[in-house]
């Protein structure tokens, strides 16, 4: 039957012809989904047409649609903007531009339709599609098209990926350029952090966001800004004196620098604008701060998509591919998009509906629907924000909880945002927050000290543990433990860290029988580079090493411009786990990605390399080939260096290069600096929670199985999972999780490389409706 389904996917195509084309403002990772776009649609069987400057080139036919080749998309990964060029076009908005569009794509036979673009160009390709029949019936009364040809061509596919760096289309959490757009933008504030804080400055950074203010909201969870203004949340009349009061206390809390973050459609709650030039003036004339302006503008949309955007982008274009070549004359338009992790369809006229809802709410100044209507992803971020924003570092006179925070395992960039985080949001919620150095190490040495709120001051952007990891497990310091938990009355314990933080709490947990002091909720937070932990689709950190990784492979490949053909071998971290290499392997347009998941034998590196050996016979000249560390302990990466060296000689040259440490190291990317503050704050509120649940004539006293949990992002959520029912998905051995969810997405890694596949191992989108979010509901 499988084998039935392949060959379906593999001739689903044949006799079909697919367009696509990029439409309105450019994004990074476009290239990316036109990438898989043409070659998925070719591996149907397909024939797939590329439409040069967006709509324009669909109006005005000829050369600016011609047909693609595998090769015509090699090398365009790791590009920002599109090859194949937007622009904005007056004509297709027009019927006669239409009718004249619709011609073009009869000619040539061409009945389905990608477009990638914003909420402006997937509009225009539903009017597009709903107005088929007649334009066709039009064109062969006028005998432009025979009746053969209106016939063969009956009725239009149209799915869109929304390809936007703004993040203002609802129905998908993110959008194609909105993680890169906030990769440049962290860039420019982390750059600005040390001039501002060697001056004692403050400054006003304004980034893009006309109508919505996703990109100025993740900037200021992800560097900690003192204000954000965004249109959907406009601030209360008095925000002058409120502003100024919380600059000063944040001076007065021995801060060097003050950072505000406008987005440039900010309002107030009058429909008013509110520019970086007023809050400026603002500020000097009330407070006589030396203030600088920086307005971001077009160095956002440029710049080489971040990882994300190119595995985004490349996963949207294989299901809009599949979402085309499955549709039917009643399926309706629709646009793939991002649920927490999972691809899904949504009716594209329903999330155009929301978007322009959203518009219309905010001119009505009704700002509260606004924001529900953005969808829970938004509601959340803004929720977390506030929460470690806007309030005051409380004077505690009588401590509610003590928790303590700790970090386990090697070094992931973002461990301190988590604890940043985590402590903070403790706080404010009236605990006394400990700090532990070293690990269980430290735990059981009393190397713990407690935590005030400028103790985790400028934390968010800090590679690396401030403090301080080690990778010793607790078993064997249970009685000291023990002790210190009975000295410091620590009530509850936050472990951020990787397999050993995961292994550990266990270990703690079984410790309960003995030692009466460790029945005391615990919750891990995933943090490692190579995302092993169970429980969880990600694990901060994990971002970071993979756009290292693709910066360096980017790098790598450059390096042999204008030399003969070459091919690379690279070595990623990741234990057993296959992660970082499948992703890596993904996002940087590998040949081949070996893992120690999937097991290969002598007969698949032959054919590996005698692929490559035909692949360089084309065009192309670069070749890329990731290796997972412990992947096989026979076929080493010398092993592999030294097989293609031999078989490729006279065609293509070979190098190696081991990538070590460098994946550790670095300051977060905005993803994982976002993504460990919202696991900080929820971790700290649900065990807040817990110790009150568990508390027994007048102490906690927690040995449920509900009391020790990892917090993990599940496909559409951030959710508690007992560590004692994980226990079953854990492949202990190789400290790896037994089912892994991207295991789905080296189908699409293989056909990008032009490799048979089976598609029906894939990950598959279902159509689905859009939800009408309510304000409580919770997304990360």
């Not at 400026?280 to 949309?301: A, I």
């Not at 360096?552 to 053909?565: N, P, V």
């Not at 990731?626 to 010398?638: A, G, I, L, P, S």
């Amino acid at each position: 039957m499988k084998h039935d389904s392949h060959l379906q996917a593999k001739t689903l195509g044949i006799g079909k012809a697919i367009a696509v084309l990029t439409s309105g403002g450019d994004a990074q990772g476009m290239n990316a989904a036109v990438r898989a776009v043409v070659r998925v649609g070719l591996f149907t069987g397909a024939k797939v047409f590329f439409v040069h400057e967006g709509y324009q080139g669909l109006v005005d036919g000829e050369h600016h649609i011609k047909e693609a080749s595998w090769e015509s998309v090699s090398m365009i990964v790791q590009l920002g903007g599109t090859v194949i060029g937007s622009a904005r076009c007056k004509d297709f908005f027009e019927r006669p531009g239409r009718l004249q569009a619709a011609r073009n794509l009869v000619k040539l036979g061409i009945t389905n339709l990608c477009v990638i673009g914003g909420d402006g160009s997937l509009t225009g390709a539903d009017t597009f599609r709903a107005e088929w029949s007649s334009l066709l019936a039009e064109l062969q009364k006028e005998g432009k098209i025979t009746e053969e040809e209106a016939k063969k061509s009956s009725y239009l596919n149209i799915v869109g990926l929304v390809g936007s760096i703004d993040n203002d289309f609802c129905g998908t959490d993110m959008t194609i350029g909105t993680d890169s757009a906030l990769h440049r933008i962290i860039e420019i504030v982390d750059a600005i952090t040390t001039t501002a804080q060697s001056h004692q400055r403050t400054f006003v950074l304004e980034v893009m966001g006309r109508h919505c203010g996703y990109l100025a909201l993740i900037t200021s969870i992800a560097c900690g800004a003192d204000w954000v203004f965004v249109p959907e949340c406009p601030p209360d009349d008095d925000w002058e004196d409120h502003l100024c009061r919380r600059l000063t206390e944040t001076r007065g809390r021995g801060s060097r620098l003050n950072i505000i973050i406008v987005a440039e459609g900010a309002i107030d709650r009058h429909g008013k604008p509110i520019t970086s030039e007023d809050i400026k003036s603002l500020v000097m004339k009330r407070l006589g701060y030396d203030t600088r302006v920086t307005v971001l503008g077009h160095v956002q949309r440029g710049g080489t998509p971040s990882a994300f955007d190119r595995i985004l982008g490349s996963r949207m274009g294989m299901e809009a591919v599949m979402a085309l070549l499955e549709g039917t004359p009643d399926t309706p338009a629709c646009v793939v998009s991002l649920c927490g992790n999972q691809a899904v369809r949504l009716p594209l006229m329903e999330c155009v509906q929301v978007t322009k809802d959203v518009t219309k709410a905010m001119q009505n100044k009704k700002f509260d629907d606004a924001m529900k209507l953005r969808g829970r992803s938004f509601q959340n971020n803004w929720d977390v924000y506030t929460r470690l924003a806007h309030v005051k570092a409380p004077v505690i006179s009588q401590v509610k909880n003590v928790i303590a925070v700790m970090n386990v395992g090697a070094p992931a960039a973002g461990m301190n945002a988590a604890v940043r985080s985590s402590v903070r949001i403790g706080l404010i919620q009236g605990n006394q927050v400990l700090v532990v150095h070293d690990g269980f190490e430290g735990l059981a040495k009393g190397q713990i000290e407690e935590a005030g709120w400028t103790y985790v001051g400028g934390w968010t952007g800090q590679g690396g543990s401030k403090l301080g990891t080690k990778r010793t497990l607790p078993k064997k310091f249970f009685k000291e433990i023990s002790a210190n938990i009975t000295k410091f009355k620590i009530q509850g314990l936050i472990i951020i860290g990787g397999f050993e933080a995961y292994t550990g709490a266990l270990e703690l947990m079984e410790g309960r029988a003995k030692f009466e002091e460790l029945c005391i909720p615990y919750v891990v937070i995933p943090a490692t580079v190579s995302n092993n932990v169970p429980g969880s689709d990600f694990s901060v950190g994990a971002d970071t090493a993979l756009n290292a990784i693709c910066m360096t492979c980017d790098r790598i490949k450059q390096s042999a411009e204008g030399t003969k053909r070459r091919v690379f071998i690279i070595e990623t971290m990741g234990g057993y786990c296959g992660y970082l290499a499948t992703m890596a392997g993904l996002a940087a347009g590998a040949d081949a990605a070996y893992i120690f998941e999937e097991p290969f034998n002598i007969h698949d590196l032959q054919a590996n390399v005698e692929h490559l050996v035909q692949k360089m016979k084309s065009t192309v000249k670069r070749g890329l080939v990731v290796r997972n560390e412990k992947c096989n302990e026979n076929y080493t990466t010398d092993f592999i260096f030294n097989l293609y060296s031999e078989e490729g000689k006279g065609i293509f040259d070979s190098r190696k290069n081991i990538l070590g440490h460098m994946q550790q190291g670095g300051s977060p990317s905005p993803f994982d600096r976002n993504f460990a503050t919202k696991m900080g704050a929820k971790a700290m509120t649900w065990i807040s929670t817990k110790i009150q649940e568990s508390i027994r004539n007048g102490r906690v006293f927690a040995n449920s199985h509900d009391s020790a949990c990892v917090l993990g992002m599940r496909k559409r959520a951030l959710i508690f999972q007992p560590l004692s029912d994980l226990k079953e998905e854990t492949d202990f051995e190789h400290r790896i999780p037994k089912e892994q969810w991207w295991m789905r997405i080296r189908p699409l890694l293989k056909i990008l490389a032009k490799y048979d596949a089976d598609l029906e191992a894939a990950e598959h989108a279902h159509l689905e409706h859009v939800k009408r979010m309510s304000a409580d509901s919770t997304s990360p």
